[in-house]
């Protein structure tokens, strides 16, 4: 398959805050800004520039780097990838062109706000591991989530949970892609936030929820009453 007919890798945060969400975005191309997207947008306008590379003592910042993970058939952008100064003893560490020794990979997410208590970011920053480790025959054991509110950089170890995760949410993206499935809406607390609530209607099944009660116990009823008439016509031609 050719890397242009990849899910995007950015599409897994997504996915895991909702997969509704996700669909209408990736699989039914739907998409409205509100004042979170766009905040967000300003906080990577300042990191995603490729051209932009920065070197400080024993560390290289690389910005807007492409990655790709063919096994998970997912590719994107990293925001910042810093290669940090190793021992040349260091199986997990890389040669990079142009610069002596070895260095170590470690990916850095800009998200505005503070830390969610799901691992939706988490899991979007372990996919970008995952994408360099096959990329470049390496392992990377940590990343960093830095929050735009918080202004702090939260460490992510890359452990196997959090990577069986990603692998599993990766795979069911593709399974929902592949057959065009648009999952049906739930209410949650955090629909309030989304930029596609006008879009996904989320209290909508409750609505039908209701009808659907409410037509069924109007059937029920109706059939109760043929039924008392009919014995009523019945009792009275006997």
Known sequence: MDVADYLMLSGIQHFAFCERQW????????WLENVL??????????????????????????????IVSHAMELAGRADVIELQ???????????????????????????????????????????????????HGTHIENGYLYYGETRHRHEVEFR?????????????????FDNGVTPPPVFKPHCKSCSLIDVCLPKSS??????????????????NDVSVLHNSDTCENS
Request: aromatic share 4%; proline share 6%; charged share 30%.
């Open 23 to 30: 669909a209408l975005i990736h699989i039914e191309q739907q």
């Open 37 to 66: 997207t766009i905040e967000g947008q300003d906080l990577h306008s300042k990191v995603d520039d490729p051209f932009l590379t920065e070197s400080r003592g024993n560390i290289i910042t690389l910005r807007a780097l492409p």
């Open 85 to 135: 100064r190793a021992n040349d003893n260091d199986d997990t560490a890389v040669l990079v062109a142009g610069r002596p020794g070895k260095w170590l990979m470690v990916p850095v997410e800009y998200k505005r706000g503070k830390p969610k208590p799901d691992e939706r970011d988490e899991v979007q920053l372990c996919a970008q591991a995952i994408c360099l480790e096959e990329m």
């Open 160 to 176: 196997e949970p959090l990577r069986s995760m990603v692998k599993g949410l990766a795979k069911r993206m593709h399974e929902l």
């Open 206 to 223: 409750d609505v039908f929820e209701a009808v659907e009660k409410y037509l069924e116990s109007a059937f029920n009823a109706a059939s």
